[in-house]
């Protein structure tokens, strides 16, 4: 992830994190908890959201952590899914993974359409407030 952040950024990609977790659950945090984490995991988004209510999270549907979403420049919502095509935390199966998002921002850029617009997302469920 802190990879693929630094890629984009670097080619004019804005990279948002919503962090849509509700207080008292897992994955909530404080802005200042947030900022150490960025820090310490060296990630570089262009912005981190907050979004403890989960009204960006409902908004675009977010089921797991991550779900990816790629909006082009006029904000039409091109991927909806996972990072890639490897469901797994095995750091290993990087390499041989179809890295979904990447292919979406590469064939955005050259002006294709999306070969593959939607995948299923993969990660712990989103803790949304009730």
């Not at 955005?108 to 939607?118: D, H, N």
Request: proline share 8%; hydrophobic share 35%.
């Amino acid at each position: 992830m802190q990879r693929l952040q630094k890629e984009w950024t670097s080619k004019g990609v804005a990279w948002f994190t919503v962090i849509s977790s509700a207080p008292g659950q897992q994955g909530y945090v404080t802005a200042p908890q947030e900022n150490e984490y960025l820090k310490q995991m060296n990630a570089s988004p262009t912005a981190a959201l907050l979004d403890p209510q989960g009204d960006v999270g409902r908004l675009y549907s977010a089921k797991t952590t991550p779900h990816m979403f790629v909006v082009n420049p006029v904000g039409v919502l091109i991927y909806d899914g996972a990072i890639d095509s490897k469901a797994t935390t095995d750091q290993a199966d990087i390499p041989s993974a179809k890295n979904y998002v990447s292919q979406a921002l590469q064939e955005a850029i050259a002006g294709k359409p999306v070969s593959t617009p939607t995948s299923r997302p993969y990660g712990c469920s989103v803790k949304y407030a009730h």
